[in-house]
């Protein structure tokens, strides 16, 4: 760890733990996101074309 980074953390009063934790947390939901949209690229691709050539179930249900 950057010596400077802790230094300062500890100067701030920083709960170090608290920190940590809620960044690290932070990073694991940021990456199964990508992750999530890495196993699924194909099937959104295919379903966004499938609405702009077909468009939506509903689209003559709507009256707005």
Known sequence: ?????????????????????????????????EEWLARNRAALEAYNEHIERDGVFSDGLRSF
């Open 1 to 33: 760890m950057d010596a400077e980074l802790l230094q300062e953390a500890r100067r701030l009063d920083l709960n170090l733990s608290q920190v940590l934790e809620s960044s690290l947390a932070l990073a694991i939901r940021e990456r199964k996101a």
